[in-house]
């Protein structure tokens, strides 16, 4: 999986204290750019990725050779114009593209980390991420954005650096993982550590892999990034490749074949034990917690403008918990912004072809930027 | 209408914090933002025109001034802004408590169906009136509790409002309204622009 091609690596030597108390210390940390920093070093944007995301944003993907996860938003021309900007974005630790994560090897032990491996925070992320600003000799980013976790990472971002991006937009994301995201993370664990293969997540040491685990946790989570109506209209009960019913448990159905499809791509491109650790990092993220129930203490400190921004269809992270980050905002007189975008494609709206909520970012980030 | 967007300017201080209800596509708050060094906000129902305020890099929020004002602070803004939306509420007496309430003072534009030229549309024509800035037809006008100037006045004064400036405007020139003459600007304004406070 990581066969380090094309990866640029940063190595952090400044110590990292972790949420679960463990302190890590020249670790790696992956990350990508595109476009150039200008002369000002004002056009600088922060991407920060989901729980499947990678650095690699925008043209082809070394590693799967298939387009960058967000290439609809980012490259030359495009919402977030790499021919005007300087976009960064890191692998998040405990990931599986270069950075520090549960696939490294332990100098210590030999072996692999797995599940030896410290459980990590989007605050622990974040604050990784925090060292390319000075390795990129980056005073001040124009931006910091991402949906989804990447949103969860803007908030945490913000929260921790008051004084380190212009804008922030946070698409398609919560302040507080729900019960229901919990329960869909548990659901796709349970689904790798109940495979054969998984090993106590030791099965890299002994060439194995939980293929089958993982991907039933992914097509289950993928269903969840899509609607109902969007399911309905691209699948329907369209059959696959027969004109009847064949009275087995084959893939009778284009959306079971389409969900194999998914699983099965995505098991060689991701780390079991990556996805484990990436969505516990999910599930422990309280932003409002953090602060004693009170959200908007999060970001007293900040004078950073933001553009909140939801999908109709997205029942993963609905328009009312993106509005309760909206709410705590207004609530200190912060500079907030917030749009739905009608959309029937789900969470997944945000990386997908959705013009209007291209569109609305791409004018958004460049007056933003003009008013600097 | 150039000239209530100047009146609504000219209310507006310096240096301070505005609100828009109902910005629409944020053609006033661009005009305010232009002209004035404030730091100014909006509330937009539509998701087409809040859109479109948030592509100019403006601050907007989508959502609906009778549910989400609630999350504004007492006295949050030295002003609210109220252009040609109140009629448009279904509770505008909550509305307007919530604008005095998030506000310091609140700038509120009305549409006088008391305009001679309404009167006379009903009276003579027996159907709804339609003119320049009721354009709708009965059925689907989103002007469902429409007021006069005379009847906002009333308004104000029943509920110890305090009325800081009421101007009429009629083919964009400006009158005051007062005590004296409110039956005569009652007939011969299309628009009452108020200033309010608590």
């Given at each position: 999986m990581n066969k380090n091609i094309n990866i640029k690596n940063l190595i952090i030597d400044k110590p990292l204290k972790l949420d679960c108390g463990q302190t890590i210390n020249n670790f790696p940390l992956a990350y990508e750019t595109y476009g150039s920093l200008n002369e000002k070093k004002d056009n600088a944007i922060l991407v920060f990725h989901a729980l499947t995301g990678d650095q690699f944003v925008s043209g082809i993907n070394p590693i799967t050779k298939k387009d960058g996860w967000w290439s609809y938003a980012v490259g030359p021309g495009k919402a977030i114009d790499t021919n005007k900007y300087f976009v960064i974005c890191a692998n998040v630790i405990g990931g599986c593209l270069g950075s520090f994560g549960p696939s490294n090897t332990n100098s210590e032990t030999n072996k692999i980390y797995g599940t030896t491996f410290p459980v990590i925070t989007i605050n622990d992320m974040v604050n990784a991420q925090h060292n390319l600003l000075e390795f990129l000799k980056i005073e001040k980013l124009f931006a910091v954005m991402g949906g989804s976790m990447g949103g969860m990472q803007v908030l945490q971002f913000v929260s921790n650096f008051p004084s380190k991006a212009k804008i922030a937009i946070p698409i398609a994301c919560t302040s507080s993982h729900s019960a229901q995201n919990i329960a869909f993370n548990e659901l796709g664990r349970q689904s790798i550590m109940a495979d054969a293969n998984w090993l106590d997540g030791s099965y890299a040491n002994q060439n194995k892999n939980p293929d089958k685990g993982l991907s039933v946790a992914r097509m289950a989570a993928h269903i969840t990034y899509l609607s109902k109506n969007g399911l309905q209209e691209k699948f329907g009960r369209k059959l696959q490749e027969r004109d009847d019913l064949k009275f087995s448990f084959d893939a009778d159905f284009q959306i079971e074949s389409y969900l194999r499809y998914q699983g099965s791509v995505f098991v060689d491109r991701f780390d079991a034990n990556s996805y484990l650790y990436i969505t516990r990092a999910m599930d422990y993220f309280d932003l409002t917690k953090e602060y004693n129930g009170n959200l908007s203490k999060a970001f007293e400190k900040t004078k950073t403008k933001f553009l909140v921004i939801s999908f109709t269809?997205?029942?993963?992270?609905p328009t009312s918990e993106n509005k309760e980050i909206v709410i705590a905002l207004n609530a200190i007189g912060a500079d907030v912004a917030f749009v739905e975008i009608e959309s029937d494609k789900g969470h997944d709206s945000f990386l997908l072809d959705v013009p209007k909520f291209l569109n609305t970012l791409k004018d958004y980030i460049n007056n933003s930027y003009l008013k600097n | 209408m150039k000239q209530e967007f100047k009146i609504i300017s000219d209310f507006i201080k310096k240096n301070t914090r505005v609100l828009d209800v109902g910005c629409g596509d944020g053609t006033l708050m661009e005009f305010l933002q232009k002209n004035k060094e404030i730091d100014i906000r909006g509330i937009e129902i539509s998701k087409v025109n809040s859109q479109k305020c948030v592509s100019k890099g403006l601050t907007v929020i989508e959502g609906d001034a009778e549910k989400d004002l609630y999350q504004f602070p007492n006295s949050s803004f030295d002003f609210v802004i109220l252009s040609q939306t109140l009629q448009a509420f279904l509770n505008p007496e909550i509305v307007i408590q919530e604008l005095l309430r998030v506000g310091k003072k609140a700038i509120v534009t009305v549409p006088n169906f008391g305009f001679w030229k309404v009167r006379l549309h009903l009276l003579i024509k027996g159907t709804m009136p339609i003119t320049k800035n009721l354009p709708d037809e009965w059925y689907n006008t989103p002007n469902i509790h429409m007021c006069t100037i005379k009847d906002f006045y009333k308004f104000c004064h029943d509920r110890d409002i305090k009325l800081d400036k009421a101007l009429a405007l009629h083919n964009e020139k400006i009158s005051f309204i007062n005590e004296a003459n409110l039956n005569i600007k009652n007939l011969s304004a299309e628009l009452g622009i108020f200033l309010i406070e608590k």
């Amino acid at each position: 999986m990581n066969k380090n091609i094309n990866i640029k690596n940063l190595i952090i030597d400044k110590p990292l204290k972790l949420d679960c108390g463990q302190t890590i210390n020249n670790f790696p940390l992956a990350y990508e750019t595109y476009g150039s920093l200008n002369e000002k070093k004002d056009n600088a944007i922060l991407v920060f990725h989901a729980l499947t995301g990678d650095q690699f944003v925008s043209g082809i993907n070394p590693i799967t050779k298939k387009d960058g996860w967000w290439s609809y938003a980012v490259g030359p021309g495009k919402a977030i114009d790499t021919n005007k900007y300087f976009v960064i974005c890191a692998n998040v630790i405990g990931g599986c593209l270069g950075s520090f994560g549960p696939s490294n090897t332990n100098s210590e032990t030999n072996k692999i980390y797995g599940t030896t491996f410290p459980v990590i925070t989007i605050n622990d992320m974040v604050n990784a991420q925090h060292n390319l600003l000075e390795f990129l000799k980056i005073e001040k980013l124009f931006a910091v954005m991402g949906g989804s976790m990447g949103g969860m990472q803007v908030l945490q971002f913000v929260s921790n650096f008051p004084s380190k991006a212009k804008i922030a937009i946070p698409i398609a994301c919560t302040s507080s993982h729900s019960a229901q995201n919990i329960a869909f993370n548990e659901l796709g664990r349970q689904s790798i550590m109940a495979d054969a293969n998984w090993l106590d997540g030791s099965y890299a040491n002994q060439n194995k892999n939980p293929d089958k685990g993982l991907s039933v946790a992914r097509m289950a989570a993928h269903i969840t990034y899509l609607s109902k109506n969007g399911l309905q209209e691209k699948f329907g009960r369209k059959l696959q490749e027969r004109d009847d019913l064949k009275f087995s448990f084959d893939a009778d159905f284009q959306i079971e074949s389409y969900l194999r499809y998914q699983g099965s791509v995505f098991v060689d491109r991701f780390d079991a034990n990556s996805y484990l650790y990436i969505t516990r990092a999910m599930d422990y993220f309280d932003l409002t917690k953090e602060y004693n129930g009170n959200l908007s203490k999060a970001f007293e400190k900040t004078k950073t403008k933001f553009l909140v921004i939801s999908f109709t269809s997205d029942w993963l992270y609905p328009t009312s918990e993106n509005k309760e980050i909206v709410i705590a905002l207004n609530a200190i007189g912060a500079d907030v912004a917030f749009v739905e975008i009608e959309s029937d494609k789900g969470h997944d709206s945000f990386l997908l072809d959705v013009p209007k909520f291209l569109n609305t970012l791409k004018d958004y980030i460049n007056n933003s930027y003009l008013k600097n | 209408m150039k000239q209530e967007f100047k009146i609504i300017s000219d209310f507006i201080k310096k240096n301070t914090r505005v609100l828009d209800v109902g910005c629409g596509d944020g053609t006033l708050m661009e005009f305010l933002q232009k002209n004035k060094e404030i730091d100014i906000r909006g509330i937009e129902i539509s998701k087409v025109n809040s859109q479109k305020c948030v592509s100019k890099g403006l601050t907007v929020i989508e959502g609906d001034a009778e549910k989400d004002l609630y999350q504004f602070p007492n006295s949050s803004f030295d002003f609210v802004i109220l252009s040609q939306t109140l009629q448009a509420f279904l509770n505008p007496e909550i509305v307007i408590q919530e604008l005095l309430r998030v506000g310091k003072k609140a700038i509120v534009t009305v549409p006088n169906f008391g305009f001679w030229k309404v009167r006379l549309h009903l009276l003579i024509k027996g159907t709804m009136p339609i003119t320049k800035n009721l354009p709708d037809e009965w059925y689907n006008t989103p002007n469902i509790h429409m007021c006069t100037i005379k009847d906002f006045y009333k308004f104000c004064h029943d509920r110890d409002i305090k009325l800081d400036k009421a101007l009429a405007l009629h083919n964009e020139k400006i009158s005051f309204i007062n005590e004296a003459n409110l039956n005569i600007k009652n007939l011969s304004a299309e628009l009452g622009i108020f200033l309010i406070e608590k």
